[in-house]
């Protein structure tokens, strides 16, 4: 049973952080690259961050770049996003999944999904 658990959501003013955490189990995580994907009212699901298993190369969505980090501790069995200058756009609910990168692009690589955890960045 592959299972994700998010958490660390909530509400921040504009140019505030916060940090996400994914707690996985069911799977082997040192063998998977996963990857945070966030969701805003009546728009599709995003690909934000994806961070390589073997090597830990992480892949950053343009919209993320610069401000997001993703980084994992495979110990805990652990995959973390620490978000820097937050922007009302950043608002939605984020989900941890494996993830891969085709032609540039973040995807899910497998259709397992946690509840996500909701940010709410506002004034």
């Known amino acids: 049973q592959v299972q994700f658990v998010e958490s660390g959501g909530g509400l921040v003013q504009p140019g505030g952080s916060l940090r996400l955490s994914c707690a996985a189990s069911?799977?082997?995580?040192?063998?998977?690259?996963i990857g945070w994907f966030r969701q805003a009212p009546g728009k599709e699901r995003e690909g934000l961050s994806c961070?390589?298993?073997?090597?830990?190369?992480?892949y950053y969505a343009d919209s993320v770049k610069g401000r997001f980090t993703i980084a994992r501790v495979n110990a805990k069995n652990t995959v973390y996003l620490q978000m820097n200058s937050l922007k009302p756009e950043d608002t939605g609910v984020y989900y941890c999944?494996?993830?891969?990168?085709?032609?540039?692009?973040?995807?899910?690589?497998?259709?397992?999904w946690g509840k996500g955890t909701l940010v709410t960045v506002s004034s």
């Open positions: 961070i390589g298993s073997s090597d830990g190369s992480a």
């Open positions: 069911g799977f082997t995580l040192d063998d998977d690259a």
């Open positions: 999944t494996m993830c891969e990168v085709q032609g540039g692009k973040l995807y899910w690589a497998m259709d397992y």
